[in-house]
Structures are given as C-alpha cells and as structure tokens.
C-alpha cells in the first residue's frame, strides 16, 4: 500500500507559475511509475503527465506540453508538477498517482491516488 498527499495548490493569476509536489509513504516509491492528473468542475479526469520509475521518460498532454514539467526524487519519495504560464483552463483539482505500469497513460494505470489539491487560475 502507497499513500500519496499532495501539496502546493492554490490561487494563481493568469501566467504565473505554481509547483506541486506528491509525497509517497508506506512502501519504496522507486517501483512505480507516477502521474499527474486533473478533473475540472463538469468533466472527466485526465492525465495531465506522467514519469517512468527511472525519470528516465516522461509524458505530457497536448494542453500543457511546453508549460508543465514532471519530475521525481525517488531519494525524497516525492513527484513534482511545475506549472508555467498557467491559463484559467488550469483550474482542475490535481491528482497524483502512482502505478505499476510502464507509464501512467489512463486513470486505469493507477493502482494508487492522492486525495487531491485545488489549483484555481484567475484570469
């Protein structure tokens, strides 16, 4: 078992940057692939990126490629999300999630999720 928390949401104005961070606990981080995905007020959740167990790839959406930046610190057991630029399309309430697939590239990947951080972009 995994427990994944999230940190770091809040309230951002257009074009501001905002970084979150997925602390892991109760067993190796190392084995999993991780992500990060968001669900908006009114629609499905989605990935948003993902990270091999390595760092070695990563994988990005289409509407944050260039602006979001997925990383992992497996010897602090935490994944992060840099977010740049952000748009109020942003606004979700993000998830992160770990898995022993490959890559997490559904919400079917996911063995394991965090409670969630709101992230609000202001326009």
């Known amino acids: 078992q995994v427990q994944l928390v999230e940190s770091g949401g809040g309230l951002v104005q257009a074009g501001g940057s905002r970084r979150l961070s997925c602390a892991a606990s109760?067993?190796?981080?190392?084995?999993?692939?991780m992500g990060w995905f968001r669900q908006a007020p009114g629609k499905e959740r989605e990935i948003v990126a993902a990270?091999?167990?390595?760092?070695?790839?990563?994988y990005y959406a289409d509407s944050v490629k260039g602006r979001f930046t997925i990383s992992r610190d497996n010897a602090k057991n935490t994944v992060y999300l840099q977010m740049n630029s952000l748009k109020p399309e942003d606004t979700a309430v993000y998830y992160c999630?770990?898995?022993?697939?490959?890559?997490?590239?559904?919400?079917?990947?996911?063995?394991?999720w965090g409670q969630g951080t709101q992230v609000t972009v202001s326009s």
């Open positions: 999630a770990a898995g022993f697939a490959f890559i997490l590239a559904a919400e079917t990947d996911a063995d394991y």
């Open positions: 109760g067993r190796t981080f190392s084995p999993y692939a």
């Open positions: 990270i091999v167990r390595t760092g070695g790839s990563t």
